[in-house]
């Protein structure tokens, strides 16, 4: 696909672009969005399940921290691993860097609370890490690449999973059914309602936030089939493509995805494991869906920064 070609020709969504990865560039493509983060920021981002090397490092990222005066937040996991734990997931976040550099928030350390779905056909609410309240701006910085349960993780699986308590992943992973961190495992049949309520829950936290109170940000880099939070990912097989912005997450993670479907393969970079794995898991759904909900739009307009 052209990087000057726009999805339609009545683009409703700006998705800004850059093929450069480096520290200059992720403020470069925040400043373009031209919404200042103000207040007490946070900056959410997953900080990589122990062992795995393909998170966005705490080198490449931290400009743009330092830009807003940000807070890395975090939120533990569901399924075990060195990150359900609080103890053992700051180890995992000082092994990674993170806390020597940046002030951490591990947001339900200790607590959650409950904020509102718009949407309610699975969830009745949304359960996030207590700490939310204590922010009044986000930038939703993710690290674009596959996802053994939803295709694909990017902005929306960031702003749902990602900022969702221990329970709260419980909750959306088992469609609304429990909270229940191991219980949960025993509901997962129900794909699209799965991707359904993540696109839920990222709403929930887009309208927490509110309009200019929130901004997204997807990094194509290490573009694994696997998600950070597997501790021994697969390598990738498609090369980095750059970074993408916007103030609308359904149009950004659609343009990621355009740009992996219509992407050219070579020898020594495809993409073709990284769509069997989002065709697998049915992932261009959550796109789908969340546009019908209202969280953003499917048209966008592709503005190329190194132009």
């Not at 986000?138 to 990017?154: E, Q, R, Y």
Request: aromatic letters at 8%; glycine letters at 10%; proline letters at 3%.
């Amino acid at each position: 696909m052209s990087l000057a070609m726009t999805a339609t020709a009545t683009a409703q969504s700006r998705v800004y672009f850059t093929r450069d990865i480096n520290p200059e560039a992720l403020v470069k493509i925040y400043k373009a969005l031209g919404v200042e983060a103000k207040g007490r920021v946070a900056v959410k981002i997953s900080t990589g399940e122990g062992g795995n090397k393909h998170y966005l490092k705490p080198e490449l990222i931290g400009q743009l921290v330092d830009e807003v005066n940000g807070t890395i937040v975090e939120c533990c996991t569901a399924y075990g691993g060195t990150r359900q734990d609080p103890k053992e997931h700051w180890k995992t976040i000082e092994e990674h860097g993170f806390s020597q550099r940046f002030a951490v928030d591990l947001m339900d350390e200790f607590g959650e609370i409950r904020i509102p779905v718009k949407d309610r056909k699975h969830l009745r609410y949304d359960i996030v890490g207590e700490h939310l309240a204590n922010y009044d701006f986000m930038i939703n910085l993710a690290h674009f690449k596959g996802h053994a349960m939803g295709g694909f993780g990017g902005v929306l699986k960031n702003a749902s999973i990602g900022v969702a308590s221990t329970s709260g992943k419980a909750y959306i992973h088992s469609v609304g059914i429990t909270t229940d961190p191991v219980e949960c495992w025993n509901h997962t049949e129900n794909q699209d309602g799965f991707l359904e309520s993540m696109a839920a829950a990222a709403q929930a936290v887009h309208n927490y936030f509110g309009e200019g109170r929130i901004l997204y940000i997807d990094v194509m880099n290490n573009l694994s089939v696997d998600c950070d939070c597997d501790g021994t990912p697969e390598a990738p097989r498609m090369k980095d493509v750059g970074i993408l912005a916007s103030t609308d997450p359904v149009a950004l993670d659609k343009a990621c995805t355009d740009l992996v479907f219509n992407h050219k393969a070579s020898e020594d970079d495809d993409q073709q494991p990284l769509i069997e794995r989002i065709n697998r898991q049915h992932g261009l759904h959550i796109l789908d869906y969340a546009a019908s909900i209202g969280l953003g739009s499917l048209k966008y307009e592709l503005v190329n920064l190194d132009k």
